[in-house]
């Protein structure tokens, strides 16, 4: 075994202590345990470790203890990352070099607008995509950033031991009584300055917006975000199932529109709500934006995680 | 029909009022969604909310309101009730003596006859008098009953309506009837009868003289008699009152009687007298209009009760001949005869098997028997009871500490019946009980009274005029008011009344409903009569002021009108269930959806909260775990 080998295996070692200790902490009743551990063979892709703090081996090579390569020796380099055994037998100074470990900035947009707390599947769906994302992230070493949608500035997490941390939070977030500041853009352009390494973005939201999408993704655009949308639809909004005079109540502005519902309403609505998907397909698409939609009856584990993974984000 | 409260269609306002909320409430069943985005680009028509659409719910609350102001119009409508089958009437006929007075009986008998033809169904006849009887009950055939009102006749002192319609309710068994009182009282003295009873009136106010009260005494070797004159006139009197003894003329007097008012007047005579009538009678033309109460009588010299004595016992012989109104003779078991007219047997010694009539005291045989085996030790026994909360024979009498002397219980001590009044020495020493089912009374003494020192007690004669008053049979008052009860021996008797008038009697009766004078006396017998008078005057009879109320008490509701506001009550009522049933199992846009658990209710949007309250609720159960 070499050394590189030995200082690999304690790393590991190492990090499964801290996520046996992640797994013992309370999990906030967001998630069941065992999940949780299957979720830690899951990793996010991301294309662009940007974090200098992270476990993620990076493509720079620095000189360092890990070697990986050598090269010779520059003014200024550092006397400790000398190859001494190089030295003796090339008489040249050779400096020994490694892979910098970079971490990914995962950041959670959250929606709780009312209209996310309708329907509770919707609610629930949504806490669960992100509580399972967030686990990942910081679970793999990555910080997790946790933003809701009428309040840009959100909470940080990073390690396998602040991950109980991120469920509690997680599990104390209530939908909001109103939908003021439930704006998707100035959210985003708020998330864009304060994160400027970029990363990878998660919104997650029933996109029921009134804001314009395609500017709010462009906040975050490509290649340094990597944004992913997962829109969470009820069934009821899905394939809606009314009849008759109905007064459909908006849940957030109140407005009432009253109408007689048939089957060629019914018609109409879907082939409408299948042109907003696509609209906002095309928004995500010209942003570099991947847009995934879930509905909230489904099941995390067999419909939400294998879709993401289909989108590349996991693995 | 008729309504017999017009304002009431004001209630009609409600039908309206109803409509017109279910129009203004007729909205599309409310459906909170997310976002109304999807829905804004669809062109769908909006429903036609002017138009109030047929519903069932609609339709029981108009019936609801309409009922309910139907009930508050009172309909009625004349005629026969056909669901409650023919009317029962039933005839409270007034029996009392001022019924007699100028033509209210005969007017009182054509009220009756009016209502016997009147009614379409059974009829009952019932007598107001100090004891109410049924005459007739539930029948049918109208000459019986015109038959059975020929029969009565005015006779009684008082009467308690209450007490009629309580004894025609058992009669007729809570079948609803038609209850009509025809009397000569107004209505108004009886008010709590008002809404029960139909009041029909008959007679007028008019003067009357009678003779209220009498009284009648032999003190000594003279007598005396009191009685009470009364005028119930509007005007002054000037009345002659006589005084008749023992069948002549006595004294007169002359007096002035104010009106409504009354005088006492006495009398004392020098001689003892058997009998007395008091007699009034008008010197100036007042109208007497009832001459019945013009006369009253009394007995004064009532007969000794006859004690017939068998066996010897010197010391309750002795106290025996102590005591005021008893007639002592002596017989043998084969000459003892029935006392008749309410008499006493004391037997000494050992008693016949066959009792006589009339009370019976057993006294334990002489002193040269000897005590009873069981009873065996000191001859006497000492009484030691204190006197208080005894048997009415012994109670209060001075016997503590007397000695009596131990005898033998002539009759088994565990008859029906038999109470024990006084012990001693673990004996029975005096006990009493019915005979003969309650023909008479027996006391047996358990002590001898020729032995020990009870005989020397002052409290011995006091103990036998108790025992012999117990056991007499009852008698009639020397003078009772007519229609009341007279209590008499419960053998038959024979009672004679005025004019001649035999009729067999026993027990009692209340019956006597003519003035005079009656004889009693055993049916068989040779004993004397006891007389007594029974007299029509009364303050309360006397007094025909009343009449003034013509207007018959009927309740409307009982003169042939048929009540429709309870069908139009309870029909409401049923319509407010059926509409309170409906509405809880239909949604009230009368459209079920399968989203109806997101869906509002009319009055709001609470599937709009329940959604929002479901999402915070579940997200805040996390948060505490």
């Not at chain 1, 985003?188 to 029933?206: F, K, N, P, Q, W």
């Not at chain 2, 009364?230 to 069948?247: S, Y």
């Not at chain 2, 059926?578 to 609470?606: F, I, Q, V, Y």
């Amino acid at each position: 075994m070499t050394r590189t080998e030995a200082k690999d295996n304690a790393k590991a070692k190492a990090k499964a202590t801290s996520n046996a200790k992640a797994n013992e902490a309370p999990t906030a009743g967001v998630l069941d345990t065992e999940f949780l551990r299957r979720l830690e063979h899951l990793r996010l892709l991301a294309a662009q470790p940007t974090n200098p703090l992270g476990e993620r081996p990076g493509h720079l090579r620095m000189p360092a203890a890990d070697v990986v390569d050598h090269r010779p020796y520059s003014p200024g380099d550092e006397i400790r990352h000398v190859d001494w055994h190089a030295l003796a037998r090339h008489d040249e100074l050779i400096v020994r070099l490694g892979n910098v470990t970079r971490g990914a900035d995962v950041c959670l947009v959250l929606d709780r607008s009312p209209s996310m707390a309708l329907e509770p599947s919707k609610w629930r769906m949504a806490i669960e995509i992100c509580a399972a994302i967030g686990w990942i992230a910081i679970a793999g070493g990555d910080r997790a950033r946790l933003c809701l949608l009428d309040q840009a500035a959100g909470d940080s997490w990073r390690g396998p031991a602040q991950a109980p941390r991120f469920l509690e939070r997680l599990a104390g977030i209530g939908p909001a009584p109103t939908d003021a500041g439930s704006l998707l853009g100035p959210t985003l352009a708020a998330v864009g300055r304060e994160e400027g390494r970029g990363g990878l973005l998660i919104v997650i939201s029933d996109l029921w917006l009134d804001d314009d999408l395609d500017e709010a993704i462009a906040a975050l655009a490509a290649p340094r975000w990597e944004a992913q949308l997962v829109q969470i639809l009820a069934e009821a909004e899905l394939a809606p199932r009314l009849s008759g005079p109905v007064a459909l109540v908006d849940v957030e502005s109140g407005q009432r529109l009253e109408m007689v519902v048939d089957e060629h309403v019914l018609a109409d609505y879907q082939a409408g709500l299948r042109r907003r998907l696509d609209e906002v397909a095309n928004a995500c698409a010209l942003g570099g934006a991947a847009h995934a939609v879930v509905s909230a009856e489904s099941s995390l584990e067999a419909v939400v995680l294998p879709l993401l993974r289909r989108r590349a984000h996991l693995r | 029909m008729e309504f017999a409260r017009p304002a009431g269609a004001l209630a009609l306002l409600a039908v309206p009022v109803i409509v017109w909320l279910h129009r203004a409430r007729r909205r599309a069943p409310e459906t909170v969604v997310a976002s109304l985005q999807p829905w804004a680009a669809l062109v769908a028509p909006a429903p036609r909310r002017r138009r109030v659409p047929p519903s069932a719910l609609l339709a029981l609350r108009l019936a609801a309101a309409t009922a309910f102001a139907f009930a508050l119009l009172d309909p009625r409508s004349t005629g026969v009730d056909a669901t409650l089958g023919p009317e029962r009437v039933a005839v409270f006929l007034d029996t009392s003596s001022s019924m007699a007075a100028g033509v209210r009986w005969n007017a009182a008998r054509a009220v009756a006859a009016e209502e016997i033809a009147s009614a379409d169904g059974p009829v009952s006849i019932f007598t107001l008098g100090p004891r109410p009887r049924a005459i007739a009950v539930d029948e049918l055939d109208r000459g019986l009953l015109a038959r059975s009102l020929d029969a009565l006749g005015p006779g009684g002192t008082g009467f308690h309506v209450p007490d009629a319609v309580a004894l025609a309710r058992a009669v007729l068994d809570g079948r609803p009837a038609r209850l009509v009182v025809v009397t000569d009282l107004p209505s108004a003295a009886a008010p709590e009868l008002a809404e029960l009873v139909i009041w029909r009136v008959v007679g007028e106010p008019e003067d009357n003289l009678a003779v209220v009260g009498i009284h009648g005494r032999n003190v000594g070797g003279r007598a005396e008699v009191a009685g009470r004159v009364a005028n119930f006139g509007r005007a002054p009197a000037e009345v002659v009152v006589d005084l008749e003894l023992d069948g002549a003329p006595e004294a007169e007097a002359r007096i002035v009687l104010q009106p409504r008012s009354s005088r006492d007047l006495e009398w004392t005579i020098g001689r003892r007298i058997e009998r007395a009538r008091i007699g009034v009678r008008s010197a100036d033309g007042v109208r007497d209009a009832l001459p019945d109460d013009d006369e009253a009588r009394i007995d004064v010299a009532r007969p000794a009760v006859p004690v017939q004595v068998v066996g010897e016992s010197e010391a309750f012989e002795r106290a025996l001949r102590s005591l005021e109104g008893v007639s002592i003779e002596r017989a043998g078991l084969g000459t003892l005869r029935s006392p008749g007219e309410g008499g006493v047997a004391v037997i000494v010694g050992r008693a016949p098997t066959l009792l006589p009539d009339g009370g019976i005291v057993l006294v334990p045989d002489s002193p040269s028997r000897p005590p009873e085996p069981a009873s065996q030790g000191p001859e006497t026994a000492v009484v030691r009871f204190e006197g208080a909360g005894l048997h009415p024979l012994v109670r209060g009498l001075a016997l503590a500490g007397a000695a009596v002397g131990r005898g033998r219980l002539a009759g088994p001590a565990a008859a029906p019946g038999t109470v024990v009044a006084l012990e001693a020495g673990g004996q029975t020493m005096l006990q009493a009980r019915p005979i003969d089912g309650g023909r008479g009374r027996m006391v047996e003494l358990g002590f001898v009274p020729d032995r020990g020192d009870l005989r020397a007690r002052a409290a011995f004669p006091l103990l036998v005029a108790r025992i012999v008053s117990w056991v007499t049979p009852p008698r009639p008052p020397a003078a009772v008011p007519v229609g009341t009860w007279v209590p008499m021996p419960s053998w038959p008797m024979v009672l004679t009344g005025p004019e001649g008038r035999v009729q067999l009697a026993g027990y009692g009766t209340d019956r006597l409903d003519r003035p005079g004078w009656y004889a009693l006396r055993a049916a068989g017998g040779d004993a004397p009569a006891i007389d007594f008078g029974v007299n029509a005057g009364d303050p309360f009879e006397s007094d025909l002021a009343g009449g003034e109320d013509r207007t018959p008490a009927a309740p409307e509701s009982r003169a042939g009108s048929i009540e429709w506001w309870w069908w139009a009550l309870a029909f409401g009522f049923a319509a407010v269930l059926a509409e309170g049933l409906g509405a809880r199992t239909m949604p009230s846009g009368g459209r079920a959806s399968p989203d109806s658990g997101r869906r509002a209710g009319a009055n709001g949007s609470p599937g709009r909260r329940g959604g929002r309250g479901g999402g915070r609720g579940r997200s805040g159960g996390r948060g505490g775990q």
